[in-house]
């Protein structure tokens, strides 16, 4: 499901990128479109800018050419003028713009008249056809038959200017038309682009170059340009001189789309962009949000139906579960009344009524060890643990059931390192489970075989995986079912159908306590051929040798006799529980008081000299005062009092429960029911170390 769902974020994230991208380009599209739409606007205004500047250069142009036209006319009729009719018709002609610095006469391309004289002196005698800097637009001119610009140029006579040339033609004896020579008009060029007035097009935001090609070598030749003479982009516009074209180039001074309207325009293809992704993020995520919050509607409805079901199974099973060893309690405990009288009869219903006892005790314990697993309270008590004695106990519990299957039962112990540290309650919980399994499922004359061995070491750690292999020869399970094994209340088969007790906890229980203690569990089975189940578990080798049964018998033996005559104070509010507790410690040689409560129980100690009592058993759950507030109560005794050892006796048994004892001021802890071995080991130990001290 985790998998799933980041699968699903990631096909999310690619599809919002994707929105992002097309949104993003979408707008772009629509802003460069705009784009173009402006610069086509621009570009025809600037076309009509350069076409207005055109049309002046070609007015003034036509301007002029009427002055020069009327000289080479002159010319052309025949009229012989001399120099003094020259400069009067050329002082005549002479205008307020100063653009025309000179009008001359050039028979034969050679100057030979000038207006004025002075300041033009040394164009007298140049040759226009023969001069390198003016023979081509010269000769041009006289081919043609038309009027030529040359220029601009570095005058001989001083300055920048352009020399505007108008053949002249006369007619010969034979009539027919000879080239006389050129009326020239020489313009100052400065005076002439303010004319035309091109500096207007700097005022209006743009840049410009006007240019035109050598005649000869196609080489740009610039007239005029403006400041900025890096044109990027420009707009060109053909210009039709005689004989020449000049190209007009512009440009608005910030381009025809400013650099601040196309980052405006990728900031709002962003924006937009990320305002769209993120609004189909959000609108994707609402969507995927109620997809997942009903897929958990769902699956917490199946789980629900499932919970359900298992607990309608389990309520059925532990039913009939409970209520098979209860009837066999109170229906051999009616026996027993009846027949008190035989013997044979009495120890036999007394056996089997403690059988049933331990089995609906083993139901109870299941259930409650479940529960504490569930809640995450469950922990591990380490202590050092001799694997032989491991197997020893488990031979030693099975060995009735083994001999009354009739069961062929083989535990092998193949280890390096038997002493480990490990809880070995839980260990020894474990394999009971799975052992008492295999037992139970085989049929009479099959066989349960047990391997234990040592996987692997790791020296630096000083950890070994032990491998626990438990196979048998019973009904086995179907592949169906096999999935299943490790849920809660589970059983392929009810205790009726199989004919074999049980809550369906068992397996639940060993999987839970090997995921705790960081190992694996496998189990492989087939119906009427058999199980296997392989449980592999790391423990730290341990170097420290484990007592061995002797070394406990005496100790437990040297306890005995220490406890021997001493006096117990009892404090438990059932009547009955009481009742056992006093008999099983008296007939051990210990003097038991009973208080029915805590308060009590203050009273009596309080009432007796300091050193009257050896012990108090207390009770946890009592009215009036439980045994955590008597015991505090105790430990604030101003006398030899306070250091009484007091011993937890109740049926809270779990270490947050121990924990609180201790916490109290008591000194150990005795789970109920009662295990005798346990109760005088517990109170042997405590008065040991305090006769010590």
């Known amino acids: 499901m985790d998998q799933k769902r980041k699968m699903n974020r990631k096909h999310l994230r690619l599809k919002t990128t994707f929105v992002f991208v097309f949104i993003f380009l979408a707008v772009w599209c629509v802003t460069w479109m705009i784009n173009q739409s402006q610069e086509k606007r621009e570009k025809l205004k600037a ?55 000179a009008r001359e006469l050039a028979e034969d391309g050679v100057v030979s008249r000038i207006y004025p004289m002075k300041g033009n ?15 081509k637009e010269a000769r041009l001119a006289m081919r043609s038959g038309e009027y030529t610009i040359a220029g601009p140029y570095e005058l001989v006579q001083g300055g920048t200017g352009a020399l505007l040339f108008d053949p002249a033609y006369v007619k010969d004896q034979n009539g027919e038309e000879k080239f006389w020579g050129f009326s020239i008009l020489v313009m100052n060029w400065d005076n002439f682009i303010q004319e035309v007035e091109l500096e207007k097009l700097e005022e209006a935001g743009y840049d410009y170059q006007i240019w035109k090609k ?14 900025n003479s890096k044109l990027n982009n420009s707009l060109e516009v053909a210009c039709s001189v005689p004989n020449d074209t000049w190209y007009f180039e512009i440009v608005p001074e910030n381009g025809w789309i400013t650099a601040a309207q196309k980052v405006f325009g990728v900031i709002i293809s962003i924006a937009l962009a990320v305002m769209a992704a993120v609004g189909y993020w959000q609108y994707k ?47 051999f405990a009616d026996l027993l009344e009846k027949h008190l009288d035989d013997k044979k009869r009495v120890v036999d219903y007394i056996s089997k009524i403690k059988h049933s006892s331990s089995f609906l005790l083993s139901l109870i314990n299941y259930v409650l060890e479940m529960a504490r697993i569930e809640s995450g309270k469950a922990t591990l008590k380490t202590e050092t643990g001799n694997l032989k004695n491991l197997v020893d106990t488990l031979n030693d519990v099975f060995e ?21 540290h490990c809880d070995k309650t839980k260990l020894r919980e474990i394999l009971l489970n799975v052992i008492s399994n295999s037992i139970k499922y085989t049929p009479e004359g099959g066989s349960v075989t047990i391997d234990i061995t ?74 009427a051929v058999g199980t296997k189940t392989i449980i592999i578990l790391p423990f730290q080798v341990s170097e420290e040798e484990y007592k061995d049964a002797v070394q406990e018998q005496q100790e437990n033996t040297k306890l005995l006799a220490l406890l021997m ?28 008081e009973w208080a029915e409560d805590g308060i009590k129980c203050l009273e009596m100690l309080k009432k007796v000299p300091e050193d009257y009592y050896d012990m108090i058993l207390m009770d946890i759950q009592m009215p009036n005062m439980d045994g955590y507030r008597t015991t505090e109560e105790i430990r604030s005794l101003p006398d030899k009092r306070a250091q009484i050892p007091i011993v937890a006796m109740t049926a809270n048994v779990f270490d947050e429960d121990k924990k609180k004892a201790y916490e109290a001021g ?17 109170l042997g130990e405590i008065l040991q170390e305090k006769y010590e001290n």
């Open 285 to 331: 995520m609402r969507r995927y949000k109620d997809i997942l919050h009903e897929e958990e509607l769902e699956k917490a409805a199946i789980e629900a139906r499932m919970a359900n079901e298992a607990k309608t199974r389990f309520l059925f099973n532990m039913s009939h579960d409970i209520r098979t060893p209860m009837n066999a309690i109170i229906g």
């Open 214 to 227: 050598d005649l000869y070598t196609g080489e740009k030749i610039v007239i005029d340009e403006s400041e």
């Open 565 to 592: 005559g001493k006096r117990i104070l009892l404090a438990e509010d059932n009547e009955l529980n009481a009742e056992i507790a006093i008999t099983i410690l008296e007939e051990e040689g210990l003097k038991v």
């Open 47 to 101: 076309t009509y800018t350069a076409e207005s500047t055109v049309s002046r250069v070609e007015s003034q142009l036509s301007k002029y050419l009427a002055e020069s036209d009327l000289m080479k006319r002159i010319v052309e009729k025949g009229y012989d003028i001399d120099n003094e009719q020259f400069d009067r018709l050329a002082e005549l002609m002479q205008e307020d713009e100063n653009v025309i610095e």
């Open 666 to 682: 008591m000194n150990g802890y005795i789970a109920k029911p009662i295990d005798t071995k346990a109760i005088f080991s517990t």
């Open 400 to 420: 009735p059931s083994i001999e009354e299957k009739n069961l062929q039962y083989t535990c092998n112990l193949e280890v390096e390192n038997p002493y480990v």
């Open 454 to 527: 040592e996987e692997g070491h790791d020296a630096e750690k000083m950890v070994s995986f032990y491998r626990f292999t438990i196979e048998d020869t019973g009904i086995g399970m179907s592949k169906e079912y096999l999935p299943h094994i490790f849920e809660e209340f589970s059983r392929e088969h009810t205790s009726t159908e199989s004919k074999v007790i049980g809550t369906g906890l068992g397996l639940p229980i060993v999987k839970s306590l090997v995921d705790l203690m960081g190992g694996t569990i496998e189990v492989s089975s087939e119906v």
């Open 121 to 135: 002196e040394a164009a007298m005698g140049l040759d226009m056809l023969q001069n390198p800097a003016r023979k």
